[in-house]
């Protein structure tokens, strides 16, 4: 049968006896459904209606709702710092303390906050400038500054913005170093010496203003001059070169000279300490000769004088090729000379001639004597 058809408990909204129906064609009573789907959640029956509906939810409940909530937000508080990071936790927005690498926890937000800090990472800040050395002149200097985070909490609360105050203090530190020294140290040999004034000064300004930033290293990239000036400055950097050039030609000229002046007069010193000797001995041996000449002279005289005179004809008339023969007058006589035989028996200009002194003109000692020429040097006009 349809559920529109007549009869009794026919229509589709009847509940049967007691089924809750305010009409035969009334809508359902939605009040007595809404009691009956709390009762279900609160696992009890329905009430009675003189009780009055109930608008909140079961105590159980909502506990657990909170405890669920207290959970969830105590959990928010673990966290995990890196191994290059520190943990800096802040308690109402100040500081509290400085955490490890590792788990950690705060009291959650709004308590307690964290932020971390990567202390291993190295930064770098470049700079270029022109700039007034000491000598009042221009220089274009740029240089590049590495530095990482020292201490966390310095970096965080200290300064409000430690880099801008590092590059702050490397354009005031670059500058104070520029200005205490001469154009030519910055462009030679002071290039390193610049950097590590500058390192220096940039750490003392930080440390002074307690940033937590550590320098770790100043490179000076580039010291020129200005553009405008820099084929005049070439030429003067390759005169002092040239300059540089000429003087070390010129010190190892002295140090070739030197020394071979040094041995000459060491030489001449020699050579006229043994001419010395030389004449010394000499003139002793004339001496000692013309004793014993007269010596023998007074025993007997003409055999002496004859003999002084056919040695010095000897050694006269040895160096020469004349020969000299003695015939009576008158006489004819064909003479046959071997003059080859007479060349080779001519001694040469540079032998010594023999001034042994003939026998029979023994010294006093007995053994014979030299009989040296005379001396030139020993001459008056040995200087001209």
Request: proline share 7%; with cysteine.
């Amino acid at each position: 049968m349809a559920w529109n058809e007549p009869g009794p408990n026919r229509d589709p909204w009847n509940q049967g006896p007691g089924g809750g129906k305010r009409g035969g064609d009334g809508p359902p009573d939605l009040d007595e459904l809404l009691r009956r789907l709390k009762a279900r959640l609160g696992g009890k029956g329905p009430r009675p209606p003189s009780g009055g509906a109930s608008s909140g939810l079961p105590k159980g409940l909502i506990g657990l709702g909170i405890v669920v909530i207290a959970v969830l937000w105590l959990l928010t508080g673990f966290y995990v710092v890196d191994e290059q990071e520190r943990g800096v936790v802040m308690r109402f927005g100040a500081y509290s303390r400085t955490t490890p690498p590792g788990w950690g926890w705060h009291a959650p937000w709004p308590i307690e906050t964290k932020e971390l800090v990567n202390v291993t990472q190295v930064r770098q800040v470049n700079d270029r400038a022109t700039m007034l050395t000491k000598d009042e002149n221009i220089v274009d200097v740029e240089l590049t500054v590495q530095y990482r985070v020292s201490s966390a909490e310095q970096y965080l609360f200290s300064v409000d913005d430690p880099d801008m105050t590092l590059r702050q203090a490397t354009k005031s530190a670059v500058r104070e170093t520029v200005g205490r020294s001469e154009m030519d140290f910055i462009l030679t040999e002071g290039r390193q010496a610049v950097a590590d004034r500058t390192k220096q000064l940039l750490q003392d300004r930080l440390d002074a203003y307690k940033c937590g930033l550590i320098v770790t290293e100043v490179n000076l990239q580039q010291a020129q001059p200005p553009e405008a000036v820099q084929s005049a400055f070439a030429d003067a950097i390759k005169a002092r070169e040239d300059q540089q050039r000429v003087k070390n030609e010129a010190e190892a000229y002295a140090n070739d000279r030197l020394p071979r002046a040094r041995g000459a007069a060491a030489r001449q010193l020699e050579e006229a300490q043994a001419y010395r000797d030389q004449v010394v001995a000499r003139a002793e041996g004339d001496a000692s000769r013309f004793s014993q000449l007269v010596t023998e002279y007074r025993k007997a005289p003409k055999v002496t004088r004859d003999r002084m005179y056919l040695d010095t004809m000897t050694t006269v008339l040895s160096g020469t090729s004349k020969v000299l023969i003695d015939t009576k007058p008158g006489s004819n006589q064909m003479l046959y000379l071997p003059l080859e035989q007479l060349m080779k028996a001519v001694p040469k200009t540079d032998e010594a001639p023999d001034y042994s002194m003939p026998q029979g003109m023994a010294g006093r000692n007995g053994t014979s004597q030299q009989l040296l020429p005379p001396d030139p040097a020993r001459t008056r006009d040995r200087g001209r």
